[in-house]
């Protein structure tokens, strides 16, 4: 029949360390706790409602204004993001060419109709402001009605 083997303290400690770290690493990557490799963060996006118009803030780090695509379809608005880059190093004995694509959208679903033609956007240090002005519905009267 085997012994049991005591174990030290210091050794559950440095086992109860490792598995926590495997644990950690473990949601990280699939609980979306930090950035991956070749993903962009965002966008994060705030809507506000000013009356006669709608303001939405994107913040995109990293992003530029080719790199952004902006539209409204319905009662939609899609921001479609894709980043490309291509980098190369040549050495004495080596060539490097490093290739990434980073994509991200965002759909926000527009509380009120929105008089699309005149929707305006800025971009500045990586944050988009688009403005959406509300359609002006023309307010029902009562129309009173004489009876001859």
């Not at 210091?10 to 086992?15: H, I, K």
């Not at 921001?79 to 759909?107: L, Y």
Request: net charge positive; glycine share 6%.
């Amino acid at each position: 029949m085997s012994e049991l083997i005591l174990w030290t303290s210091r050794e559950m400690n440095r086992l109860r360390r490792d598995v926590d770290r495997l644990l950690e690493r473990l949601w990280v990557c699939f609980a979306g706790g930090a950035e991956l490799p070749g993903e962009m963060k965002g966008p994060y996006l705030e809507v506000i409602d000013q009356g006669e118009r709608l303001v939405v803030i994107a913040e995109m780090p990293g992003a530029c204004a080719e790199d952004v695509q902006i539209f409204i379809k319905g009662d939609m608005l899609y921001i479609d993001c894709e980043k490309r880059s291509v980098t190369e190093e040549a050495g004495p004995f080596h060539n490097r060419v490093k290739r990434s694509f980073r994509a991200v959208s965002k759909r926000v679903r527009l509380p009120s109709k929105i008089d699309a033609e005149n929707v305006t956007a800025d971009y500045a240090d990586g944050v988009f402001r688009i403005v959406l002005p509300k359609l002006r519905v023309a307010k029902k009267k009562a129309v009173r009605i004489e009876v001859k």
